[in-house]
């Protein structure tokens, strides 16, 4: 066990830190019949969304059902063997026994999956950037300062809003991008580049800005690699459409299409939703200032200045 510790030690201290963080806030509010952390819609949205197989229509992608999905499962199968659950013809709340407590028990269980989610992500980003950078200490140390300790990653990583999932998988993102960067691309690295992508965007469609960065890096790093690198970046492009269509769209095309319409010429577009449309500009350099240190944390903050001087 020691000599697991001494070997996995630059794993442990970052996941320590989010759980240690964002442990506090696992009960927070509960029980419940919704979360109150963050804008959420869970449990109901994705109890909806398996009963009426995919058709619900939502502004956040599908992603998050298909990870809770299965834990939820496991609690209302023993809920309808205790005579606490029935099928729900109305109403989940008319189907349960005990909504508070039961509804509460889920949104907790959803916290705790999502956590744990989120801790992967960052051990699989720590081991990527040690192998990236030739260091233990490099890619510790950028963890540290820059993830574990990031205000929006260990808050979302517990509220079921979609955002703490969005994130941990982009932070796999990253994590099989500078392996790509640095050792070059392989099917497997393009694979878990394209899985984690897929499932990022299919959280919310949020981090297509930084994907566009991303990829750009994969093709430029490509360029002068000749023609192997062309064939694994088709194989890297047939898995991530292959996965986002199984996931978004082959069981229910007609409610992809009428979600992707929602942000094209639809009320994702209002501007309202974002800002108060009183919003002055100094009001939205002060959100920017604000935004950016609560995104990036005290540690990511001080190196992103640094780097700049």
């Known amino acids: 066990m020691l000599n697991w510790l001494r070997k996995n030690i630059e794993l442990l201290i970052p996941t320590l830190l989010v759980a240690a963080y964002a442990a506090p806030v696992i ?31 939502h502004q956040y992608g599908p992603m998050p059902h298909f990870v809770y999905g299965p834990f939820y499962a496991m609690f209302l199968g ?19 026994a005990h909504p508070f407590e039961q509804i509460g028990t889920l949104i907790f269980v959803a916290r705790l999956i999502g956590l744990v989610v989120v801790l992967a ?20 140390l ?19 809003k979609p955002d703490g999932l ?11 991008y500078a392996l790509i960067i640095s050792d070059g691309l392989t099917f497997w690295r393009g694979a878990a580049l394209a899985l984690s992508t897929v499932a990022s965007i299919s959280c919310k469609e949020e981090p297509a800005a930084a994907y566009l960065a991303i990829y750009a890096g994969v093709v430029f790093s490509g360029l002068r690699q000749g023609r192997s690198f062309w064939v694994d970046f088709g194989k890297l492009a047939a898995v991530g459409t292959g996965a986002y269509l199984a996931i978004n769209v082959i069981y229910a095309p007609v409610q992809w299409v009428d979600h992707i319409k929602y942000f094209i010429g639809g009320p994702g577009e209002d501007a309202s939703i974002w800002a108060n ?25 001080a190196v992103v200045i640094l780097t700049l001087i």
């Open 27 to 57: 009960g927070a509010l509960l029980p419940d019949t919704s979360d109150e952390l963050m804008e959420s819609y869970e449990p109901l949205k994705t109890l909806v969304f398996l009963y009426t197989r995919g058709t619900l229509i």
């Open 78 to 96: 023993y809920w309808y063997l205790k005579g606490e659950f029935t099928r729900p013809f109305n109403a989940v709340f008319t189907s349960l």
């Open 121 to 140: 992500a960052v051990a699989i980003y720590t081991r990527s950037l040690e192998k990236t950078a030739r260091s233990r200490m490099a890619g510790l």
């Open 142 to 160: 950028a963890i540290i300062l820059c993830v574990a300790r990031v205000p929006e990653l260990i808050y979302s990583a517990v509220a079921t």
């Open 166 to 176: 969005m994130l941990a998988f982009l932070a796999m993102s990253m994590a099989a």
């Open 277 to 301: 449309l009183n919003y002055s500009k100094a009001d939205y350099l002060k959100n920017l200032v604000t935004f950016i240190g609560y995104h990036l944390g005290p540690g990511g903050s």
